[in-house]
């Protein structure tokens, strides 16, 4: 019996011999039920017997248990001096982390973010904006036009309008997304992005236009910003301007448009002019994040091209 415990070579064959010594109808269990008829010396026996095939059945299972460990770990043993798996790791473009960081300050400014179509209407990316069929503004613009009339979006000024129709005045709101025009070089590309912001209350003046604007580039790049404006001309606000700011070597850079929201625009979207005025300003975003992130070329932006992302630290 003890020699026949120990030839067992696999778990199962143990329970096996296990259940015919001690099961219900094993050797043991058989010879167990007869201790009442045996004197007191064959049971002193029989009960040393059963302890140490106990014993044995215990060892020779942990012996076993020991042996299938010892065996799995040497086949699933981990290596530690091979090369991981090189793991792609996704990060955010960086024209979304500059687009996170202006809605996020201009949130904390009030203002609302909002979207709008893509392909507009000729009444919210020209009409609504106080630029007619003829007026030669249209032309500022090098647009892609459909045969049905519409346009790619130009501008975000169209959201401004769409915001204005639905919610009236006051308004305090920022239009993001791409938009479209003929060009393309370094600094241009047919596709681009604008941030548009437009506050419109009782009394809201140049100079709260002026502070906004300072406010928002210095908390973006995190220094103080000093800002320029010089006259201009946009069909939708009057009087018009567009702002630089002083750069690294006190070199002014032009950054965008803006301008009092023009009566006739407030007109359009059905808020009377003597009651309220605004401000609207507009840039590119694509410009911010290039200076941002110290990136001297535009078109990797649209590329799409992971070594260029990774190597500018991205
Ligand atoms: N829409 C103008 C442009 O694209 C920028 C602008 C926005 C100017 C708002 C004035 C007010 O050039």
Request: hydrophobic share 40%.
């Amino acid at each position: 019996m003890k020699d026949d415990i120990q030839k067992v070579d696999s778990l199962e064959k143990l329970q096996e011999l296990y259940t015919a010594t001690f099961g219900k109808n094993g050797t043991m269990t058989a010879k167990l039920k007869t201790m009442a008829t045996l004197s007191n010396e064959e049971r002193a026996v029989l009960n040393n017997e059963n302890t140490e095939l106990r014993q044995l059945f215990k060892q020779k299972q942990t012996e076993l248990e020991n042996a299938a460990l010892n065996a799995k770990l040497a086949t699933e043993a981990v290596d530690v001096t091979l090369d991981v798996e090189p793991e792609n790791k996704g990060t955010l473009h960086p024209l979304t982390w500059a687009l996170k960081e202006i809605a996020a300050i201009l949130e904390s400014f009030g203002y609302t973010l909002w979207t709008g179509p893509e392909v507009e209407d000729d009444w919210h990316n020209f009409t609504a904006l106080n630029t007619p069929e003829y007026h030669p503004a249209r032309d500022m613009q090098d647009s892609f036009f459909f045969e049905n009339g519409n346009v790619m979006r130009t501008q975000t000024s169209s959201i401004q309008i769409r915001a204005m129709e639905k919610l009236g005045a006051p308004i305090k709101m920022f239009g993001i997304g791409s938009t479209y025009r003929k060009e393309m070089d370094a600094t241009h590309s047919p596709m681009f992005h604008q941030i548009e912001g437009l506050y419109v209350d009782k009394n809201v003046t140049m100079s709260d236009l002026i502070g906004t604007l300072r406010a928002l580039l210095s908390k973006f790049f995190e220094k103080e910003i000093e800002i320029r404006i010089r006259p201009s001309y946009f069909p939708f606000t009057e009087p018009s301007v567009e702002f630089d700011m002083k750069w690294e070597g006190g070199k002014w850079l032009e950054m965008g448009g803006a301008g009092m929201v023009h009566p006739n625009v407030l007109r359009n979207c059905k808020i009377d002019p003597e009651k309220y005025q605004g401000f609207a300003f507009g840039f590119g975003w694509d410009r911010l994040a290039m200076l941002k992130y110290g990136l001297t070329d535009l078109r990797p932006f649209y590329d799409g091209d992971v070594r260029w992302l990774k190597n500018n630290g991205f």
